[in-house]
């Protein structure tokens, strides 16, 4: 298990910088409002600033007590109110109503607000409009890269996804431009980038202005990392919603991993408290387990413990080497092996708690069927049975995210849901969950990730007419008209293309992976890990053509590569793939596979960590 | 030791004889270092001349402006004219008129009086006093009953130059120093009956009066007559001005005045003539109606030395001649065919000037402007004394003594050399003829010292090379800028003190940009701060030039600039646009390469349609708010909204921003666009969001359905209104039954009437929603087995063939743990899951039995992994069996 990384693949850089300048540089914010100060979080940034700043820093640096951004009057007495927000509206006119009743009540105090990672013109607009503008001073903490892990990087940003994805709102891509920024300043130039999409052309194309701007700082050093990858989700939304398999993701999916630490209930802990834990590459037993198909861990965990078990009690009880030990070595064995020990059975029994929990609530809910299906779902077989398993998903009020992610599923493999079962689907879905998803389903459409399709296929007898009339250049710039008007999925033959479904002789063995397939049970090689493995393969998209196209990607594919040999063999099997609107424990696991294959170390840069409810439930319209 | 007045300028070019003295009479010359230049009384006009320090004319013009009361410099060499009225006027170098600012009129008959005060080199240190005394200038108004006196900070704000690049030091030590001693006095002026007493906020060229600082004047000192001299002071950053009214002395500042007495001054004294402060502020020189000088500390506290000079007639100037860290202290007299240099000496040094002279002090000397020759009075430096003295056996006299015999070839060379090196001051000697050099102002004698300096360095060993490098450069730059074409003479230490950046600045000023050019590149200067700047400069010049077309001058700017780095583009369009041309402006704006620079200026012109595509090529998206808000309020709302739809990327930016701000101008975004879709989704929101009576909700959705007409969307039209439908009912079945329905889905209404025990409602509700019979079935059994009413489950599944099978009756009883009842149902399970069902039950060896009968493995391999234990070993063994047989077959 864990298998070991090859002995020529390159060290991972140090991150743990990242934490240190971004610590440095709240600190600083603080010490700019000198003097006792109550400190207003919001409730998304509690998790990340515990990860960089404890609330003894916090303390040394005169914040007094510590408050949740809430829609509540706020209760400090403080004379100094310093509010640490994503630049969220919202956000804005809650500050602004606590100091207008603050001026109400003929009292003031001084307001400083932090925005991270960074302020927003309307924001400051919001504030100007609510009249204290010029009670408030603003600043910005710069913080937008988190290292959840030694090769995770993370903005925690959730809302990038919605925000880009449906509203099409840009902002945030400037602050994603800024941290790669940021990355190839602290680890020097990448000489070969990659990426794919919209999105992900956008940000490459700032960042890449941005270098240009305050060049001759990165030029001349030694590229650390040599390759970066950009992708965006909306490239392969298929695997995002596929059910995860493998224990890290199906711990998120049960669990909910957030900010890196999970909150085990006392069903696991086995215990009357809930404990949070942090589950990272420290966790021994969890670093050895996390990218493993969930099949293999229970048997792996209880071997495990009963190796431990047995390695007490031999040195306990007489085993041969305990006889030689004196006193010191004794004492030696009892305060460090022993506390390793222990240390290492608790974590044990922690993860033999999750999965039992895990086994408990998967059988549930038939979490065979369900797995079935979606690999029925992905190979192309067996619709209707599928569509019907759907629908009485929906009719039997399983989970309204459930529900929509395997229609969602469903369209997004088969290029749209037939006109009959769209509307049957949505009309099931209305009476089962509510009326307001009449939105949700017009989120999804704009999104394209639930979409009807079109009567006949009109669309492409329209194309050819006009491909025949116009040179070939202009025909393809019509087509993606066309393509970008119904956004079509064309996942079978891109499946077909890139060999996305392994041919199965027999048994595939989930203990001994053989492609990154294992990751799904042995059923779909997620795309999105595909394309990077292809595109690394090939240092390009040459021969891609079609793959890009039938993405619906023909003029976002880019690869830019400098002719540079500064780049040494080491750092170019180091790289950093970026998915813009977050990516899965899933994709990660089977890019980490794919690395102890290849010799390459993956780094992994996400504006969050996401899953398939998290997709769902950004789409959603809830009543509030 | 002294040395004669040096005369610097070659070609003497000043107009003919007998018109300067009267000028310089008339007050109307103001002299500075470098340029030169004076008003004319011509016929009628006065005429305005600016000539370089070479005597090169620079500017002429004729005056057409109120009688002038003083000219003088200001630190970024713009010419500032005092008018009798306190209009100051301010001229660039080349004649061009700036701006102007009043200094207020304070009325009476004289207006304003007498001269500037000073205005000399400016000196780009803020820390140290010399700074100061660029920008500290005086005025007083004659008459006989009003004095005044205004003192404030001349030097000029706006960078003269280009803005485009980062600003030199002293535009930066310039405002620096204007913190720093502005804050308490930035400037005042008073009057002795009006008494108003002002901070001079010079910035904004204002004067304000500043009431609780009122205070008389005239009767605090009893002034009758005019002060016989007066000058600014100043001490601990704060300015004073010491007054001499007959035999005494007053210091004022912004709140007193007091009496003052020199210390050691010599009695007899009844009136002051002559005040004289030294360039670094420290020292005071005071000439007295007998003759006597005396020479202290400005802080009047110490007398250094005092001289008497016998001459009773009263100076024309009086100023300090010294030079940094020297601890010869000197004074400079001039009368008008007479200088004199008095020191702590009993003797004094006398020159006679042949013609009206002008004296100026400097860092380190005098300068002696006259009609035809500009010269420079200093003190001799160590360096130059120890090597040229007469006789000198310094290591450098050595040094420049071996070298010369040297090139003689005469083994002398040795013998000296031989002296310097036994002394072992070879290195001192190096660097005593390097320093020297320096101070040379001769081209021929500064090689021949560097020459000697060069041949002793190859005797020694470690001799760090870059002070020799250095000055080779310094004097190479001095020596191109001290050519009269150019015409500004410096010295070494003025040079030091000025630095490069400042020298470039002034030769930019001056147009010499390929000099300046030459010279970045010679010193090898950082592009954005070398040539790129004086590049940008020369464009921001160019685009002046309205002759040109606009196509050349952005044509010849890009050629010249290209994309040099740290040239930006915007701020020179900026400045076209300054000019009044726009079009040149917009030109100009298409090589900037950052698009996001475009926008501000693209504002400021009114093309705000082309700076919103222009802030969205930036990606920046604050900078596409910007320009919206800018927009919104420029345009109309539906010309805003049409613009709006051409960009996509704003369009959505906006909306979220209504989304959270504005919901109305989202609803009319949607209407101008015929968006009937987003629409009919924003009224649906408002039905839960908004409304909260169950009339507005409905009307609401109303609306909605009417929306998703118009968009051709009959599914979400036929959903809202069974919405509406849905809800009116919910809201009769809440009245008539009390409890909870409204805003539950039509799915849980149902349930909620099957478990309140209404069965024939629920059963109308689903018909009238026609509701599919396998969801009734599912939703009936779930909802009875919660209810565990058995009995009406097996009525209600014995109502007709369930449509979902059996399969989840027995699930849900299990659930339920009803074994019994799940085994009912297990026999009514259709043959496909008839194992499963009875493997829910629990009964092992039936499910044997049926999989068996079906002959399927998979069934077989299920009901194997299900016997545990002994009690189903038997089970087992059979399945095996049948398993084997099956083989076989």
């Not at chain 1, 919605?162 to 099409?168: A, H, K, P």
């Not at chain 2, 103001?30 to 004076?38: G, I, T, Y």
């Not at chain 2, 509406?724 to 909870?740: F, I």
Request: hydrophobic share 40%.
């Amino acid at each position: 298990m864990a298998f070991p990384h090859r002995p020529d693949a390159p060290e991972l850089p140090d991150f743990s910088m990242l934490k240190r300048l971004a610590r440095d540089q709240l600190i600083y914010l603080l010490e700019q409002l000198p003097g006792k100060k109550d400190l207003f979080i919001e409730a998304d940034l509690m998790s990340p600033l515990d990860r960089i700043a404890n609330v003894s820093i916090l303390k040394q640096h005169e914040v007094d007590k510590l408050y949740k951004v809430e829609n509540k009057p706020a209760l400090s007495s403080s004379e100094q109110l310093c509010f640490l927000v994503r630049p969220r509206i919202k956000n804005m006119r809650y500050i602004a109503s606590l100091v207008n009743a603050d001026k109400m009540a003929g009292r003031t105090r001084k307001y400083k607000v932090i925005f991270s990672p960074q302020k927003f013109y309307a924001c400051e607009m919001v504030l100007e409009e609510e009249g204290v503008y010029g009670d408030v001073s603003c600043d910005e903490w710069a913080f937008s890269l988190l290292p959840l892990d030694v090769d995770l990087l993370s903005m925690e940003l959730p809302e990038f996804f919605r925000d880009y994805f449906l509203e099409g709102d840009q902002r945030w891509i400037n602050t994603l431009a800024q941290a790669l920024h940021l990355l190839s300043t602290l680890y020097g130039p990448f000489p070969n980038c990659y990426g794919i999409g919209r999105c992900a052309k956008m940000s490459y194309e700032l960042w890449k202005r941005l270098e240009e701007e305050e060049d001759g700082e990165t030029k001349g050093r030694r590229p650390e990392i040599g390759q970066i990858f950009l992708l965006d989700r909306d490239v392969d939304f298929v695997t995002a919603l596929c059910s995860q398999v493998v224990y890290e993701g199906l711990v998120d999916d049960t669990f909910r991993i957030k900010c890196g630490s999970v909150d085990f209930g006392p069903e696991v802990t086995s215990s009357d408290k809930s404990l949070k834990v942090l589950l990272n590459a420290e966790d021994k037993v969890f670093n050895e387990i996390r990218n493993e198909h969930f099949s293999n861990v229970f048997s792996f965990l209880s071997q495990k413990a009963a190796a431990s078990l047995m390695l007490l009690l031999g040195r306990d009880w007489g085993g041969p080497r305990r006889r030689g030990m004196d006193i010191k070595q004794m004492k030696n064995f009892v305060s460090q092996e022993l506390k390793g020990l222990k240390q290492e059975h608790r974590l044990l029994s922690l993860h033999i708690g999750a999965c039992e929990s895990i086994m408990k609530k998967k059988t549930k809910q038939d979490f065979q069927e369900l797995i079935k299906t979606e690999h029925a779902l992905l190979e192309g077989f067996n619709i209707r049975e599928s569509t019907s398993y759907i629908e009485e998903h929906i009719d039997r009020q399983v989970s309204p995210i459930e529900s929509l992610r395997l229609m969602c599923l469903l369209s997004i493999t088969e290029n749209g849901l037939i006109p009959k079962d769209y509307r049957s689907l949505k009309t099931q879905y209305l009476q089962s969950y509510g009326p307001e998803h009449l939105l949700t389903f017009s989120n999804l459409r704009r999104a394209g990730l639930l979409t009807e399709q079109a009567p006949g296929d009109t669309l492409t007898a329209v194309e050819s007419k006009v491909s025949k009339l116009v040179t070939d250049k202009a025909a393809g710039k019509i087509t993606d008209a066309f393509s970008s008007l119904a956004k079509r999925s064309n996942f079978r033959a891109i499946s077909k293309k890139l060999n996305l479904i392994p041919r199965v002789d027999g048994e595939y063995d989930l203990k001994v992976p053989r492609d990154m397939a294992y990751v799904f049970s042995g059923a779909y090689v997620p795309l999105s890990c595909r394309i990077i493995e292809q595109v690394l393969e090939r240092r390009g998209w040459q021969g891609l053509d079609e793959v890009v196209r039938l993405l619906n990607c023909s003029e976002l594919a880019f690869t830019d590569m400098t002719k540079d040999d500064k780049a040494s063999s080491e750092s170019l099997r180091l790289i950093l793939v970026v998915f813009l609107g977050g990516c899965t424990f899933s994709e990660i696991s089977a890019l980490r596979f794919l690395g102890r294959e290849k010799g390459y170390r993956f780094i992994f840069l996400t504006t969050a960590v996401t899953n398939s409810a998290r997709l769902m439930e950004a789409m959603s319209e809830v009543k509030a | 030791m002294w040395c004669g007045p040096l005369e610097l300028v070659h070609r003497p070019a000043w107009p003919g004889p007998g018109q300067l003295g009267q000028k310089v009479s008339s007050q109307t010359t103001a002299l500075l270092r470098n340029p030169w230049r004076k008003e004319k009384p011509a016929s009628a006009r006065p005429v305005l001349e600016i000539y370089s320090a070479s005597g090169v004319p620079l500017a002429s013009l004729l005056w057409k402006s109120g009688p002038v009361v003083s000219l003088g410099w200001s630190a970024e060499e713009e010419l500032l004219c005092v008018q009798e009225d306190g209009v100051v006027l301010v001229y660039g170098l080349h004649g061009d008129f700036r701006r102007h600012f009043s200094m207020g009129n304070v009325g009476g008959p004289g207006g304003w009086g007498k001269g500037m005060e000073s205005g000399t080199l400016s000196l780009p240190q803020p820390t140290t006093p010399l700074s100061r005394r660029c920008s500290r200038t005086g005025f007083w108004m004659p008459g006989s009953s009003i004095l005044s006196l205004v003192l404030g900070w001349l030097s000029s704000q706006e960078p003269t130059a280009s803005p485009s690049v980062p600003t030199w030091v002293t535009s930066n030590s310039a405002g620096c120093q204007r913190c720093q001693v502005s804050p308490d006095t930035p400037g005042a002026a008073f009057t002795a009956h009006r008494c108003a007493f002002c901070p001079w906020d010079h910035q904004r060229q204002k004067l304000w009066a500043l009431g609780s600082l009122r205070w008389s004047f005239s009767t605090t000192i009893g002034l009758q007559s005019a002060p016989s001299c007066w000058t600014t002071v100043c001490q601990d950053r704060v300015a004073h001005i010491l007054l001499a009214v007959g035999p005494d002395l007053y210091l004022l500042d912004h709140a007193a005045c007091s009496a003052v007495t020199p210390p050691g001054l010599a009695p007899g004294v009844s009136s002051f003539l002559q005040m004289a402060v030294s360039f670094t502020y420290r020292h005071l020189a005071l000439f007295t109606d007998t003759g006597y000088i005396w020479m202290g500390t400005a802080s009047l506290k110490e007398k250094l030395c005092e001289f008497n000079c016998n001459i009773r007639a009263p100076p024309k100037q009086m100023v300090w001649c010294s030079r940094p860290r020297s601890k010869e202290r000197a004074v400079v007299v001039a009368w008008e065919r007479r200088l004199m240099v008095v020191g702590d000496a009993p003797e004094s040094i006398q020159f006679v000037l042949d013609e009206d002279s002008y004296l100026v002090p400097e860092l380190d000397g005098v300068r002696i402007f006259s009609r035809s020759t500009h010269e420079f009075l200093h003190e001799v430096p160590v360096a130059s004394e120890e090597i040229f003295k007469i006789a000198s056996m310094a290591p450098g006299a050595l040094l420049l003594e071996a070298q010369k015999e040297y090139e003689k070839e005469s083994q002398k060379a040795d013998e000296y050399l031989r002296e310097i090196q036994e002394l072992g001051q070879l290195p001192q000697a190096v660097q005593q003829c390097i320093e020297a050099a320096g101070h040379e102002h001769w081209p021929d004698m500064q090689k021949s010292l560097l020459r000697a300096a060069s041949f002793g360095k190859c005797f020694l060993d470690r001799f760090p090379p870059d002070s020799f490098v250095r000055m080779c450069q310094d004097l190479r730059v001095l020596n191109a800028v001290r050519d009269y074409h150019i015409g500004i003479p410096l010295t070494y230490s003025q040079y030091k003190q000025l630095t490069i950046q400042v020298l470039l600045d002034r030769l930019v000023l001056r147009r010499l940009y390929p000099l300046a050019i030459q010279i970045c590149e010679y010193l090898r200067l950082p592009e954005v701060q070398g040539v790129s700047r004086i590049l940008a400069h020369w464009a921001c010049y160019k685009v002046q030039q309205k002759d040109v077309s606009d196509e050349d001058v952005a044509r010849a700017i890009n050629q010249k600039l290209g994309d040099t780095p740290g040239v930006s583009y915007s701020d020179i369009a900026a400045r076209a646009y300054g000019c009044g041309r726009t079009e040149l402006a917009i030109k100009l704006l298409e090589y900037e390469p950052r698009s996001g620079e475009q926008v501000p200026l693209l504002l400021k012109m009114k093309r705000s349609k082309l700076a919103l595509s222009k802030a969205i090529e930036s990606g920046d998206t604050d900078l596409v708010f910007t320009v919206l808000l800018h927009l919104k309020n420029e345009l109309n709302r539906g010309d805003f909204f049409m613009t709006l739809r051409n960009q996509p990327m704003a369009l959505s930016l906006y909306r979220q921003f209504c989304k959270h701000q504005e919901l109305e101008t989202l609803k009319d975004l949607y209407n101008q666009d015929d968006n009937h879709q987003e629409l009919g989704s924003f009224h649906i929101r408002a039905s839960y969001a908004a409304e909260e009576r169950i009339e507005g909700r409905v009307a609401a959705l109303q609306t909605a359905a009417d929306a998703f007409y118009k968009a051709k969307n009959e599914f979400a039209a036929k959903a809202t209104e069974d919405q509406m439908r849905l809800l009116r009912l919910q809201r009769r079945l809440e009245d008539e039954l009390g409890g909870r329905f409204l805003d539950l889905s039509l799915h849980d209404t149902v349930t909620t009437l099957i478990l309140s025990g209404q069965n024939k409602r629920a059963e109308q509700l689903a018909r009238d929603f026609r509701i599919p019979d396998k969801r009734l079935w599912w939703l009936k059994l779930t909802a009875l087995a919660d209810l565990e009413d058995w009995e009406e489950l097996e009525k209600f599944s014995k109502s007709k063939k369930s449509p979902i099978g059996y399969l989840p009756f027995v699930e849900i009883c299990m659930k339920q743990h009803n074994k019994y009842e799940a085994k009912k149902y297990a026999s009514r399970v259709g043959p496909e899951q008839k194992v499963k069902a009875l493997l829910l039950v629990g009964d092992v060896a039936q499910a044997a039995d049926v999989a068996i009968e079906h002959r399927n493995e998979a069934e077989m391999s299920l009901v194997l992994s299900h016997c545990t234990g002994a009690t189903d070993g038997a089970t087992a063994d059979k399945i095996q069996r049948a398993r084997a047989q099956a083989q076989k077959k």
